[in-house]
């Protein structure tokens, strides 16, 4: 077998096998710079911004354009999980798991062209605002909301502490909760202080910093294995020598790795599955997740939310170049380590008996790069990973704020919704940090397709109630609350079987029982999407329709109703929802509990000996009493006119669907050449 120098002659199953090399001094400076870098940049947006109202905080006051909410919305999406995950699942078999990426291109444009126009008519700042507004009542809005958070903090956390305690180990050797709980802390301390436009920001930063450091990785590999036709060639041969003497398939690559569509009854990802069963999870993150909509909901129109969205789904083409295949290549060049199929050689290797394939990028990274360039991927990982717990702390914090705490506390001022929205925040790292040991212990080898596994059994009822309210006015809040209850109960119950009868290791009999053994998690999804819209449809036929204020400027075919002369009151007594954002009453000069008089009291009145520490901490959240624009609001104005909200002028309009043709049109060939 031909390999490089890197290859795997150089490492025996005695040896350690995680790199000695260490960061250099050049490194270091590297590091630190962009830590500057950032922390600059978060500093500039908390000055910039207005940071003391709810639409200032939670959706960066409506004022982005294109660029940065295209650049936020593809780096929430690709964290440090995705490095790391896409890249093994790339060394283990191959470039299907590209489809995940690919399949977002198209979710990402349907939010854009599809719901967006109707949450902006609607004028909600949450998912599950839009469900209460849509439905009524409360029991949906509240399920929701607990389940979102569930999933935030239990799945993308851990993916990306996961992924990030990963590369930390392997590239600089630092104890894990020293590392971790550094980055937790810096990540906390300006999506605080600075609320969705610090993040937006420096989530641009980091999108140009993971794309430049990921190409120059790229052309590293490229050149090493000797180009695209010899990585064709020497993937088929980067058989570990743990397999010598063993007739089974243990640590062989898959006959199929240069496909997308794969056999749909025995591969990994059928093919049926990944156009069926992947859009719906898939739907459900980009049109309906909170850390996605909410950024595309903080342009400042429709127009920009769009460009915003192209420029997503433009980047999303990148993964299988970025991360796939320098992942594949690593194979090559590290095999009996990356690809090692011995349980206890893979125990020594990176500590999980299931495989090592995890490693494959940050072997790379450590292994492949010269000085300086090491402390720029470096800075490159901890970019994702830093960007994808900021959208996950300021969404998890807007959710928890507007949907659960209001409920809790309808009678709140807005100035309790600041403080709140950022405890939160802190309660977040605590229980991320807290979690950490949790994370260390998941099966990593097999940590990407887990988290699609899960995705496919919690998510697909949510998108069908999601898609059925959007797009059918007569669905109504018992169809969608017994559809989002069963569909949800039979998907739990699958995912704690899968917990119960876990997958064997390569080459032992497979005792599951024949749902568990037979039904993909993909095949389960699209079981999952139709058994919900059959209940959905059934219940809501046989109940009675919806009213006309929950229809009106709520689905697609009403969103330009006429604005209703009175809106329910769902916000704090000094909060009204306003065409999409969220405009602050005056406060009654008799009301002393108003939020400016709580700032007053709480800053100009307080004791001398104090007052300059509550100013300093007012002002780190950006709720000092100095900000009069903060403080002086005009009357609630009437929710604007659908025609005003989602107005697009014609020549940028026509530009924007030239746009979309092209980049669908660039997708499908892609999907084609390598399906």
Request: charged share 15%; glycine share 8%.
């Amino acid at each position: 077998m031909e390999t490089s120098s890197y290859g795997p002659q150089h490492t025996t199953p005695d040896m350690d096998v995680f790199p000695k090399k260490a960061l250099e001094a050049v490194d270091i400076v590297v590091l630190v710079l962009y830590f500057v870098f950032v922390l600059a940049v978060g500093l500039w947006s908390m000055w910039s911004t207005k940071r003391s109202t709810v639409t200032g905080y939670f959706l960066a006051g409506k004022s982005m354009v294109w660029w940065p909410v295209g650049a936020s919305l593809f780096s929430s999406n690709v964290g440090s999980g995705h490095f790391i995950g896409l890249a093994g699942s790339g060394a283990a078999s191959g470039i299907a798991v590209t489809a995940y990426e690919w399949n977002g291109l198209f979710c990402v444009l349907a939010l854009a062209w599809l719901f967006l126009p109707i949450y902006i008519s609607a004028g909600v700042t949450t998912m599950p605002e839009y469900l209460q507004r849509r439905f009524g009542g409360k029991r949906i809005q509240i399920y929701l909301a607990v389940l979102y958070l569930f999933i935030y903090i239990f799945t993308k956390i851990s993916v990306d502490m996961y992924a990030g305690a990963l590369f930390i180990q392997q590239a600089l050797h630092w104890d894990l909760y020293v590392a971790v709980i550094g980055l937790l802390v810096i990540t906390a301390i300006y999506t605080v202080a600075g609320g969705l436009a610090a993040v937006i920001y420096t989530d641009t930063l980091q999108t140009v910093i993971m794309i430049i450091g990921a190409l120059v990785l790229m052309v590293y590999s490229f050149i090493e294995v000797g180009g695209y036709s010899a990585l064709e060639e020497k993937y088929f041969n980067a058989i570990p020598k743990s397999h010598q003497g063993h007739n089974g398939t243990c640590g062989l690559p898959r006959d199929d790795a240069f496909h997308i569509f794969r056999d749909p009854l025995t591969s990994d990802l059928p093919w049926p599955g990944v156009l069926v069963g992947m859009t719906i999870p898939s739907l459900w993150y980009w049109c309906t997740d909170q850390v996605i909509v909410q950024r595309s909901l903080s342009a400042k129109n429709l127009s920009h939310a769009k460009g915003g969205s192209l420029l997503a789904a433009y980047l999303k083409v990148l993964p299988l170049f970025l991360m796939v295949l320098p992942g594949m290549i690593s194979r090559i060049l590290f095999t009996d380590q990356v690809a090692c199929a011995d349980p206890e050689l893979c125990k020594k290797i990176c500590g999980n008996p299931s495989g090592c394939s995890d490693i494959a990028y940050p072997k790379m990274v450590i292994e492949l790069l010269p000085t300086g360039l090491r402390g720029l991927m470096m800075s490159v990982m901890i970019a994702a990973l830093m960007s994808s717990l900021t959208s996950i702390f300021n969404s998890a914090s807007t959710i928890f704020t507007m949907d659960l705490w209001r409920h809790m506390r309808p009678r709140c001022r807005e100035w309790e919704l600041m403080i709140v929205g950022r405890v939160f925040v802190l309660v977040l790292v605590v229980v991320s940090i807290l979690w950490i040991p949790l994370v260390q212990a998941s099966q990593g080898g097999q940590l990407f397709i887990y988290i699609q596994s899960i995705s496919s059994y919690l998510q697909p009822p949510v998108a069908v109630v999601f898609m059925a309210g959007c797009f059918w006015k007569r669905t109504n809040e018992k169809g969608a609350f017994w559809g989002l209850t069963i569909g949800l109960v039979v998907g739990i119950i699958r995912m704690v079987l899968d917990f119960v009868y876990t997958a064997p290791q390569c080459d032992q009999p497979d005792t599951r029982p024949g749902v568990v053994k037979y039904v993909h998690y993909l095949y389960l999804s699209m079981i999952l999407g139709l058994l919900t819209l059959i209940i959905v449809v059934v219940v809501s036929l046989w109940t009675e329709p919806p009213s006309k204020e929950m229809t009106s400027r709520l689905t697609w075919f009403t969103r330009f109703d006429a604005a209703p002369k009175t809106l329910e009151d769902t916000t704090c007594n000094n909060v009204t929802q306003n065409g999409g954002s969220v405009v602050e009453n005056v406060p009654d000069k008799n009301d002393t509990s108003s939020t400016e008089g709580i700032i007053e009291t709480s800053t100009d009145d307080a004791p001398s000996q104090t007052s300059k520490f509550k100013k300093a901490i007012l002002w780190i959240c950006g709720m000092n009493s100095k900000d009069k624009d903060g403080d002086t609001q005009a009357s609630p104005a009437p929710l604007e006119s659908a025609e005003v909200l989602l107005h697009e002028g014609f020549a940028v309009k026509q530009l924007l669907n030239i746009n979309l043709i092209m980049c669908t049109s660039a997708a499908v060939f892609l999907w084609a050449y390598f399906g």
